[in-house]
């Protein structure tokens, strides 16, 4: 009796495992790839028409990259990247010209201030039917603006970063639930703020440190829109600033005109160590506003977008570089007009112009660029950036640092060739 | 007088019949092609080589595509090489298009205008435009007529039936063996004969036979792009993600 129930209770385990792990497995999949790119770049300072002085740099970046697909619903990818950055290009070399009140480098003998060996992404992909969960070092690109995305709260963009394409990721989780083909509630729940700073601080493992995000998309006809609340969090030299945001987002066209708007309107019930003026929608307000159009006459593409950002200052004499140095914003201005062409030509090749204006102090960069697709995986481009402005405007790129120093951003004129090699 | 006269009314009717049967013989033509066509899903593995310049065969770039469709409306492409668009995704959705870029994250909606759909896909280039790429039958497309009935085929003429088409006409070529398209020519207000598709070398896949190498050929550009199917798999278990515009780049 006791070996006929035994024998029963395997049986129906056994059965139940069976009916648990059907259709569970798929083929797993392995894919490593990656690039090796290298940019080097000539700046030259000119005054009364002579050339002052001159500089160089060089980043090289090595990005690797893995995706595993061990069964069906389940997902891994990593990006491993190691870059080494050199010459006017390392913001620590710019740094050093002025006194920024950090402690010298010398002083940091362990430290590494040329290369630097990150793992950037790091996630798994759990599918659960009608839910899909993401958790690690996630790439929260949020956000349909070419240039500038204002409801990406979660990371900041370095202006001397001239090399690599992917977002920064964030450690946290992300959840996306599905209803139906039409619609989605996205939410993330970051565990790191804006700043990613590499050190810590007593505030780090507050409650209120944690920022969030939640949207609901829509597919409709001609655009597929979306709204939501976003939480930032940013570590600055005063401390954790926590600000909180309505965002929409909308993406599609008109005719033969591809349309985008993208809008984080910062609420009224921030927490700032700079808080306590009164509250004004256009001094709160950020969006990116843009469109594409293809020329077919002479196959070239043509972009625009226009940026408000409402915490800029409309006054040069306003401007605080600080603010740029330490990547709380990517610009200093109000409201910027950023216009770009691109057609190929001959075989492979390719040219284009982009330009970004600043409409409050005139000032404007160029960037020229011409490209080859040498072969399949081999691309070598060179290119110019054209800084111009009067004195104390954002692209005239000149600075004082504490009333005394002298700092020079972008010197007038620079030369770059960049290759790349992906596997 | 009556019997010439019957005569006359006879021919006449002839006439009249012999057109409208024709109509329906293309109507009929076309359904059996779809049929031929038709598909619930599939999945296939597939190369596409670009020529800038046709008559150069040296000069080409090479693009792997992984390809999942379910019915005649939804379709998605993932680009597997070159490793510099890697990852690279296009979804139709009937006139609905989304692409997702890979390196930087982000996905968008592709303009579903006449001149876009007109464009080859963003980063990849060649000479099959979104619409192409797209899904659809020809009988819901197109109204056709036979141009021609030859001994081995029919070559049928179609006109689109909506204002979103990027052609103003084309151009089909049907094997009458096995209702196989052996032949598209696409014409364009601006260009005239715009396009050739011409499709070859069919085998039998999982049971369906099927064209594995089409060759497009642009004559404005005189340029052609080559699409050859190294796998395909009918019938088969897709998952409803791969088709979901907010969730297919997962």
Not at chain 1, 206 to 220: A, D, S
Not at chain 1, 276 to 292: H, M, P, R
């Amino acid at each position: 009796m006791m070996k006929r129930e035994f024998i029963s209770i395997i049986i129906i385990i056994s059965s139940l495992c069976a009916a648990l792990s059907k259709n569970t497995y798929a083929e797993e999949t392995v894919s490593l790839y990656g690039y090796l790119a290298n940019y080097f770049q000539g700046s030259f300072i000119f005054e009364d028409n002579k050339m002052r002085t001159s500089t160089w740099g060089d980043i090289l970046l090595l990005r690797l990259k893995g995706d595993w697909t061990p069964e069906e619903n389940l997902h891994f990818h990593t990006e491993v990247s190691f870059t080494g950055k050199l010459g006017n290009l390392n913001p620590n070399v710019l740094y050093n010209s002025v006194d920024l009140g950090f402690p010298p480098q010398d002083q940091f003998p362990y430290n590494d201030f040329i290369n630097e060996l990150t793992i950037d992404h790091a996630w798994g992909l759990v599918n659960l039917g009608s839910i899909d969960l993401q958790f690690g070092k996630i790439p929260i690109a949020w956000g349909t603006g070419y240039i500038f995305n204002p409801t990406t709260k979660t990371v900041t963009t370095s202006y001397i970063d001239r090399v690599s394409e992917e977002t920064l990721g964030t450690f946290g989780i992300v959840s996306s639930f599905y209803m139906g083909e039409k619609s989605t509630i996205i939410a993330y729940l970051a565990f790191q703020d804006r700043s990613h700073k590499n050190f810590t601080t007593k505030d780090d493992e507050r409650g209120n440190n944690l920022p969030f995000g939640m949207k609901t998309q829509i597919i409709t006809n001609s655009f597929d829109i979306s709204f939501g609340l976003i939480k930032e969090v940013l570590h600055t030299q005063d401390g954790y600033q926590r600000n909180y945001y309505l965002s929409t987002d909308c993406d599609g066209g008109i005719g033969d005109l591809g349309l985008y708007a993208e809008t984080a309107a910062r609420l009224p019930v921030s927490r700032t160590s700079s808080s306590g003026k009164e509250y004004s929608i256009e001094e709160n307000l950020e969006i990116a506003v843009g469109g594409y159009y293809t020329v077919y006459g002479i196959d070239t593409d043509v972009r625009l977008e226009y940026y408000h950002q409402g915490k800029g200052e409309s006054r040069k004499s306003k401007y605080d570089i600080m603010k740029i140095l330490t990547q709380e914003q990517l610009v200093l201005g109000e409201d910027y007009l950023f216009v770009s062409l691109e057609r190929p030509f001959f075989h492979y090749w390719k040219a284009s112009c982009g330009s970004l204006f600043n409409l409050n102090d005139g000032s404007f960069v160029l960037f020229p660029e011409v490209a080859y697709d040498v072969y399949n995986n081999f691309q070598i481009s060179a290119g110019s950036f054209i800084f111009a402005g009067k004195t104390e405007t954002e692209f005239n790129g000149e600075f004082r640092i504490n009333g005394t120093d002298e700092l020079d951003l972008t010197e007038t004129f620079s030369l770059f060739m960049r290759g790349k090699i992906c596997f | 007088m009556n019997k010439t006269r019957a005569v006359y009314i006879t021919l006449l009717f002839v006439l009249l019949f012999s057109h409208a049967y024709t109509d329906e013989d293309a109507l009929s033509i076309i359904r059996k092609v779809d049929e031929k066509q038709w598909i619930e899903t599939s999945k296939s593995e597939l190369s596409m080589l670009v020529f800038p310049e046709a008559g150069d065969e040296n000069t080409f770039r090479e693009f792997k595509v992984l390809s999942y469709c379910r019915g005649n409306e939804d379709s998605y492409m993932e680009f597997l090489y070159p490793r510099t668009i890697k990852g690279l995704k296009l979804l139709s959705k009937g006139d609905d298009q989304w692409i997702y870029f890979a390196s930087t994250g982000r996905r968008r909606k592709i303009a579903s205008s006449l001149q876009s759909k007109k464009q080859s896909v963003k980063g990849v280039g060649g000479d099959f435009s979104y619409e192409d790429l797209g899904n659809g039958k020809l009988e819901e497309k197109y109204s056709f007529t036979i141009l021609e009935n030859l001994k081995n085929k029919w070559v049928l003429e179609g006109k689109p039936n909506k204002d979103g088409s990027v052609y103003s006409c084309i151009v089909v070529h049907v094997d009458k063996s096995n209702y196989l398209v052996t032949k598209i020519e696409y014409h364009t207000e601006e260009e005239g004969h715009y396009k050739d598709l011409i499709m070859e070398e069919v085998k039998v896949i999982s049971g369906k036979q099927t064209a594995t190498r089409m060759t497009m050929i642009n004559h404005d550009r005189e340029s052609k792009t080559v699409v050859i199917i190294h796998s395909a798999e009918y019938e088969v278990p897709i998952d409803d993600k791969y088709f979901n515009p907010t969730r297919f780049n997962k």
